[in-house]
């Protein structure tokens, strides 16, 4: 999948629908009062239900500020890292069309066993447990439908409220917002390729195969597509939790994942964008367990 930016290409017509959308929903949550100043900014909870009721593309962008303690206060970082997993699920006949038309075969005949309940339901996929005829028990990660007519109506609208803010403020201009919007539409243009991702598997395995404190899931080929992706599943618990139950065992766990961090960047040329506490866990046995190569680089 391709989401295009080029303004050139783009029309009022096209995006004032949905553009007049975000402007009610931003309203209604009180957000455009904010551009008076921090006393006007609305309370957290109303910043995520807002990105929540915009969708796709604005979940994604408030995932990158739940990182980024650096510009907003805790309160706001803990209401926003609810949108990581804590999506509405689709429904198991999706699931299972999705499966079969894309992979060609029934999902009995895929998989011996599946779990119709979601392990996580993100913004670009959800996850299930299922088992290989085999026996091998994987994770399937299945991409919701409508998913480039969705992006592209956002990156539009988006375009035309960035020309309208840096027109009504000009100081905007200094943030240089066009140029984040093209690494956005580029990075959800990687994140929803699924065929990328199962690359990216192959090759963050084998450059850190020498990490012993460290498990990546293999990608199993035959089931997957351009947006269904079948790996080994991951028996453990997210790194955030684990600390919790288990701050004494948490300086192995952050040595291993620096380690892994500074062999993939500076040795390897390769580095994982999208590290947040979902996509790290710990298994049973103390490694970690490195999930999500959907944003990589």
Not at 19 to 44: C, D, E, F, T, Y
Not at 103 to 118: A, D, K, V
Not at 201 to 217: E, G, K, Q, S, Y
Request: proline fraction near 6%; aromatic fraction near 6%; hydrophobic fraction near 45%.
């Amino acid at each position: 999948m391709t989401v295009l930016f080029d303004p050139e290409k783009r029309n009022l017509l096209r995006s004032a629908p949905r553009l007049m959308q975000i402007l009610r929903v931003l309203s209604r949550h009180k957000i455009l009062g904010a551009l008076r100043g921090k006393r006007h900014w609305p309370p957290p909870k109303e910043v995520r239900e807002t990105f929540e009721e915009l969708g796709l593309t604005f979940i994604k962008f408030g995932q990158v500020l739940a990182m980024r303690r650096d510009l907003l206060p805790d309160a706001y970082i803990d209401e926003l890292e609810l949108l990581h997993d804590q999506l509405p699920a689709m429904s198991m006949n999706m699931v299972r069309a999705r499966i079969e038309f894309e992979l060609g075969n029934s999902l009995n005949n895929l998989f011996s066993e599946f779990n119709e309940t979601p392990l996580a339901t993100a913004t670009i996929a959800q996850v299930h447990k299922a088992t290989l005829h085999d026996g091998r028990h994987v994770a399937v990660k299945v991409q919701r439908p409508g998913l480039e007519r969705i992006i592209s109506k956002d990156i539009a609208a988006l375009e035309y409220l960035i020309t309208l803010a840096e027109g009504i403020a000009p100081r905007l201009r200094a943030l240089d917002l066009p140029v984040v919007l093209q690494e956005l539409a580029d990075s959800l243009n990687r994140e929803t390729d699924f065929g990328r991702e199962a690359r990216s598997i192959v090759l963050f395995r084998a450059a850190l195969a020498n990490i012993p404190d460290l498990w990546i899931p293999d990608v199993v080929e035959e089931c997957s597509s351009g947006v269904v992706l079948t790996m080994d599943y991951s028996d453990g618990e997210r790194v955030d939790s684990y600390a919790i139950l288990h701050p004494e065992a948490m300086p192995k766990a952050i040595d291993t994942l620096v380690k892994l961090m500074l062999q993939t960047i500076f040795e390897e040329g390769l580095f994982h964008a999208d590290p947040h506490p979902g996509n790290v866990f710990v298994l049973p046995d103390g490694r970690l367990s490195l999930l999500d190569f959907g944003m990589t680089g």
